[in-house]
């Protein structure tokens, strides 16, 4: 059975930086590509970055680009963003999510976790 468990969401300043982690567990992680979404209260999820499962390949919403940094540890089982220059916007629940190489998201076949809460403060 997959699991996935997200860590590290905190309340931070503007500019401010987090470091978020997803632990993987019940399929061989290093199989698949990993993503993070996010979903603030009342939007709808939104897609933040992708990692192909080698960890060479990543991408990154034009809103993120420049500031957060996807990373996994294969031998680990872990995923990790890192934040920085964190705005008002950036808040939201984070997930972790399990992706099928090729496919677009689907939240029926595309598991994730329970998420982690970021929130920014002025």
């Known amino acids: 059975q997959v699991q996935l468990v997200e860590s590290g969401g905190d309340l931070v300043q503007i500019g401010g930086s987090l470091r978020l982690s997803c632990a993987a567990s019940?399929?061989?992680?290093?199989?698949?590509?990993m993503s993070w979404f996010r979903q603030a209260p009342g939007k709808e999820l939104e897609w933040v970055s992708n990692?192909?499962?080698?960890?060479?390949?990543?991408s990154y919403h034009d809103s993120v680009k420049g500031r957060f940094t996807i990373a996994r540890d294969n031998a680990k089982r872990t995923l990790s963003l890192q934040m920085t220059g964190l705005k008002p916007e950036d808040s939201a629940t984070y997930y972790c999510v399990k992706r099928r190489a090729g496919f677009s998201y689907d939240a029926l076949a595309d598991p994730r976790g329970r998420g982690t809460q970021v929130t920014i403060s002025s």
């Open positions: 990692i192909n499962d080698r960890g060479t390949i990543t």
């Open positions: 019940g399929f061989v992680f290093g199989d698949y590509p």
